[in-house]
């Protein structure tokens, strides 16, 4: 029998070719001609107003692939917000022409997790590849969670923060954060920057660490109170404590860097009864240190946090939209396509915060 027709001519796409940046090893990617992507009937295709870099693609560009999210050969980017060019016939509420913001995964809803309300926990989590490219084709588990109407006045770079947000106002739903908090932040590149911001609107005192001076001054900008290089600085660890009150510790610590020594400094400090979130994903295989004693008489709460739920993609669209989050300071280059793996090289050398990938210009 043949399928039914689409609601809009995405047969005439199908024919068409068109630029996409295809992963094909560790620091292998290549810019090439591959069809537009097909759409089953629950499916939308977006053509990509942006797509932006962020360090999981660094991450992933290094060791040229990620066991759950990315296997090559694959196209590349997760990170996207565009314009629906269309929708197969089943889809409700998305028609072309309308802007979209999206995030790159959705949960099954049906595994033991999913019931739990523990949807990052997922065990059958769809993630979909492809953002730097001039389609990329929606699934329709995800344009029933996680696409979302995307109001004019956002920009498209701006609205691409939606999913690496997301990750983060999740970390911060569960850091403890309260109002007169200090909140230590290890880490200013776009992860911390985020979590630098909400902990900053939540009304906490914030003390934000990196090696470059430059994310420091745009963790101010974002309402960081104290910033310490750690490039010059002996203890980092003494010269949080020295900024808290009795030089106990914060009372929430964070780790934004994904470096298993920031694990264990960020660790270190905590106050007695501080939420420690250790969220920067370290090397797979690799571990850390705790001092049982600090641990056991400190009475600390140490917690992993892992990407995001659609409760959170929608705050995190709302908190873009509205501004409170200064989309602007985020997006530091805007490119061409052609330009994916210069900017994926800005980010693995912490040049700016985040590029934008503009795949139509
Ligand atoms: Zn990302
Ligand atoms: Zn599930």
Redesign the pocket.
């Known amino acids: 029998m043949p399928a039914r027709p689409l609601r809009t001519p995405h047969s005439a796409l199908r024919t068409r070719k068109m630029r996409a940046a295809v992963l094909y090893g560790p620091e292998d990617v290549r810019l090439e001609e591959i069809a537009v992507p097909e759409i089953g009937p629950g499916d939308a295709l977006v053509r990509v107003g942006a797509a932006t870099t962020c360090g999981t693609d660094a991450k992933v560009f290094r060791r040229g692939g990620h066991p759950t999210m990315i296997r090559p050969p694959a196209p590349f980017g997760h990170e996207f917000a565009g314009t629906v060019e269309a929708v197969g016939e089943a889809v409700q509420g998305f028609e072309p022409g309308v802007r979209v913001a999206c995030a790159n995964s959705a949960?099954?809803?049906?595994?033991?997790?999913?019931?739990l309300g523990r949807?990052s926990?997922?065990?059958?989590?769809l993630y979909i590849n492809g953002a730097y490219a001039e389609f990329i084709a929606v699934p329709e588990r995800i344009v029933k969670q996680n696409l979302l109407p995307l109001p004019d006045r956002v920009p498209f770079p701006q609205a691409c923060l939606v999913e690496p947000l997301a990750c983060v106002v999740h970390g911060a739903a569960e850091s403890n954060i309260r109002v007169g908090d200090t909140v230590v932040v290890n880490g200013a590149g776009p992860i911390g920057l985020f979590f630098i911001r909400l902990a900053a609107l939540a009304g906490a005192r914030v003390i934000a660490t990196d090696l470059s001076e430059g994310r420091l001054s745009v963790a101010r900008e974002l309402g960081a109170a104290e910033t310490i290089d750690a490039s010059n600085c002996e203890d980092v660890v003494a010269a949080v404590k020295a900024l808290t009150e009795a030089e106990e510790g914060a009372d929430v610590a964070i780790d934004a860097s994904g470096v298993n020594a920031v694990w264990e400094a960020t660790i270190r400090m905590g106050r007695p009864g501080a939420t420690v979130n250790l969220f920067g994903g370290c090397k797979p295989g690799t571990t850390i240190t705790i001092d049982t004693k600090h641990l056991h008489y400190s009475e600390m709460t140490i917690k992993g946090v892992y990407h995001h739920t659609p409760h959170h993609v929608k705050q995190a669209l709302d908190l873009i939209v509205s501004g409170a989050i200064m989309p602007e300071k985020f997006i530091s280059y805007e490119s061409p396509l052609d330009e994916v793996v210069p900017a994926l090289r800005k980010i693995m050398e912490q040049d700016g915060i985040k590029s934008a990938i503009l795949p139509h210009e």
């Open positions: 949960p099954c809803q049906q595994c033991r997790y999913c019931k949807w926990l997922c065990r059958d989590i």
